[in-house]
C-alpha cells in the first residue's frame, strides 16, 4: 500500500505560550514497524572515512554532533530527532513527478541509480548542523549529489517502497519547510506563526531557496507548460495519479488545530501540542471516527490499522520537541511509542547523554540486526516481532490489548480507562519538568557538565519506571 501517512507541525516562538519553538511529528509506519529512541554520541571520523547507508556510501564528516533519534529498527535514518545544539527534524513522504518517472523506468527494464533514503537525511541534517539553515544545505546537497531512489519500507521492492520527501526543520529562532523530488529541492524560512505538512507539497510559488535548474527541469518534463515565471512548484511536481484526500484531510486539520490553539493569543503549549497528535476529529462535523478510533473512517493525525486495509498502519511513535533559546533551557523532546491516544509521552534530554534502555529495544528481529551492525537493504529486511524487554513492543501489545480484537469492539471503554492512568502522569511530568531542568542548568553553568547530565537521566529513568508499572498495571487489568 502507499504510505499515505505522517504529520508534523512546527510552531515558532510568537505562537507558543512560553515563547520558545515545539515541533511535533506523528510517524506512521507499518504495524511491525518497531521504532525505538535512542541517543547518538558525538563521534569523530579518520580522513576518508565514508558511512554505509541504505544504498549508497558517502563520505563521512570529521565530527558528528549528539543527537536523539527516533527510528524504525531496520534503519540507520530517523524518523524524527533532536540534536544537542536544538535542532529539531521530521520528515514526510512525498508523491512527486520524478518517483513516477522512476517507477516507470524500471517498469520499462531501465536502470534507475540508487540514492538516499530521507529518513538518512532526517540523521545527516541533525549530525551535521548547528541550525536549522544549516541543516538545509547539509540534506540538499546530499539530495544533489546522490537523488533519491530506495525502499523506505521494510520487506517491500524498491518499487514499490520508494518515495521522495518533505521536511520541517527547526531550531529556537526558525525553521525551514524543505521539499524535494529526485534531485531537486525548494526550500521556505519561517520565522512566525505556524506551519504544517503531511504527504504533499505546501510550497507553491513563494520560496528562499531552491535547486539550480528547478523550474527549468519541471518545463523541459513538460510538467509545466505554462510561462515559467508563474512557476507553481505544488502543481508543477506533484505525482497527479497519486490522489491528495488522504493527506489533504489531514493537513487541513492540523492547521486548523494550530489556528484553534493560537487564537486570541493563547498559544500553543507542550499539552496542546500532544492533543493535535492525539487527535481524530472529536468535536467536529466529521464526529470523528463514527464507530471507533480504532476503526477509522478517515486517516487522522493519530493513525490506526484498519482491517480492511484502509490505512496504512498505526502511529508508530509521537513526539514533540521543545526549542528553547540558548541559556533559557534545553532541548528536549516528549516521546511516546506507537499511538498518542494510548500512549505516553516520556521527556527526554539530550544533554542527559543517554536514553533509558527500555526505550532503545526493538524486537526479535530488530535487536539482532542492532547487535550486529549489520543493515541489509530494506527490501530484505524480515519483519520485527514482539520483546518482552521493548517499551515499544509492550505498548504495542497495550494497543491491542486496549482494541480488544481486530474490530477495536473494547477500544473507546478502554482507552478512557487508559487516559485515566496516563493523563495524570504526564501532566506531574510537565510540571516537574521546569525545575529539574533549571537544576541541571545551574549544575552545567558550575562546570558541573556529568552531574547535569545524571540530574536529566534520572528524571527520564523515573519517568520510564512509573510508565513502565502503569503499563503493566493495565495490562494486568486488561488481559
Not at 558550575?446 to 519506571?465: I, K, P, S, Y
Request: glycine letters at 8%.
Amino acid at each position: 500500500m502507499t504510505p499515505w501517512s505522517c504529520d508534523t507541525f512546527v510552531t515558532l516562538p510568537d505562537a507558543t505560550r512560553d515563547g520558545i519553538t515545539l515541533l511535533g511529528k506523528n510517524s506512521d509506519r507499518p504495524v511491525f514497524d518497531a521504532q525505538p529512541l535512542r541517543f547518538h554520541p558525538r563521534r569523530t571520523s579518520s580522513p576518508g572515512a565514508r558511512i554505509s547507508l541504505a544504498y549508497v556510501e558517502i563520505p563521512d564528516v570529521p565530527e558528528s554532533y549528539a543527537h536523539l533519534g527516533s527510528s524504525p529498527y531496520w534503519c540507520w535514518g530517523h524518523e524524527v530527532g533532536l540534536s544537542e545544539w536544538g535542532v529539531a527534524i521530521g520528515n514526510e513522504a512525498l508523491f512527486t513527478r520524478d518517483l513516477a518517472a522512476n517507477v516507470a523506468a524500471v517498469r520499462r527494464g531501465e536502470h534507475v541509480s540508487e540514492g538516499v533514503l530521507g529518513m538518512e537525511l532526517v540523521r545527516l541534517g541533525l549530525e551535521r548542523s548547528r541550525t536549522a539553515a544549516e541543516a538545509v544545505e547539509v540534506m540538499t546537497e546530499v539530495v544533489e549529489r546522490y537523488g533519491q531512489w530506495g525502499s523506505g519500507v521494510p520487506g517491500d521492492p524498491i518499487i514499490d517502497g520508494a518515495y521522495d520527501n518533505s521536511y520541517l526543520i527547526a531550531d529556537a529562532h526558525e525553521a525551514w519547510v524543505l521539499e524535494t523530488s529526485g534531485r531537486q529541492w525548494v526550500a521556505k524560512r519561517i520565522d512566525h506563526g505556524t506551519w504544517a505538512v503531511s504527504n504533499q507539497p505546501t510550497i507553491r510559488r513563494d520560496w528562499d531557496a531552491a535547486s539550480a535548474d528547478l523550474v527549468q527541469h519541471a518545463v523541459r518534463n513538460g510538467w509545466w507548460p505554462k510561462d515559467p515565471a508563474s512557476f507553481d512548484f505544488a502543481r508543477a511536481y506533484t505525482d497527479p495519479q497519486k490522489p491528495l484526500q488522504a493527506s489533504h484531510i489531514r493537513l487541513s486539520r492540523a492547521r486548523h488545530l494550530l489556528r484553534e490553539a493560537t487564537k486570541d493569543g493563547a498559544g500553543v503549549t507542550v499539552p496542546s501540542a500532544m492533543r493535535i497528535l492525539r487527535d481524530h476529529y472529536e468535536d467536529t462535523f466529521l464526529e470523528g471516527p463514527y464507530f471507533s478510533a480504532a476503526l477509522p473512517d478517515f486517516l487522522t493525525l493519530c493513525m490506526h490499522s484498519h482491517p480492511a486495509g484502509f490505512t496504512w498502519g498505526n502511529t508508530a511513535s509521537s513526539s514533540v520537541s521543545v526549542l528553547p533559546e540558548a541559556g533559557e533551557g534545553l532541548p528536549h523532546m516528549w516521546w511516546t511509542a506507537l499511538t498518542p491516544c494510548t500512549g505516553l509521552y516520556i521527556p527526554v534530554f539530550v544533554d542527559a547523554l543517554t536514553v533509558p534502555t527500555p526505550l532503545t529495544i526493538a524486537g526479535s528481529v530488530g535487536e539482532p540486526l542492532a547487535r550486529s551492525g549489520n543493515r541489509p537493504r530494506p527490501e530484505h529486511v524480515s519483519q520485527d516481532s514482539y520483546a518482552e524487554d521493548s517499551y515499544w513492543w509492550r505498548m504495542y501489545r497495550l494497543l491491542e490489548t486496549i482494541k480488544g480484537g481486530e474490530l477495536g469492539w473494547d477500544f473507546e471503554e478502554r482507552r478512557a480507562i487508559a487516559r485515566e492512568v496516563f493523563d495524570p502522569l504526564e501532566a506531574r511530568w510537565v510540571a516537574e519538568l521546569p525545575d529539574v531542568e533549571k537544576r541541571a542548568m545551574a549544575l552545567r553553568d558550575r562546570g558541573e557538565a556529568a552531574q547535569a547530565a545524571h540530574e536529566l537521566a534520572t528524571f527520564t529513568e523515573e519517568c520510564v519506571r512509573q510508565a513502565v508499572e502503569a503499563v503493566g498495571t493495565l495490562l494486568e487489568r486488561f488481559e
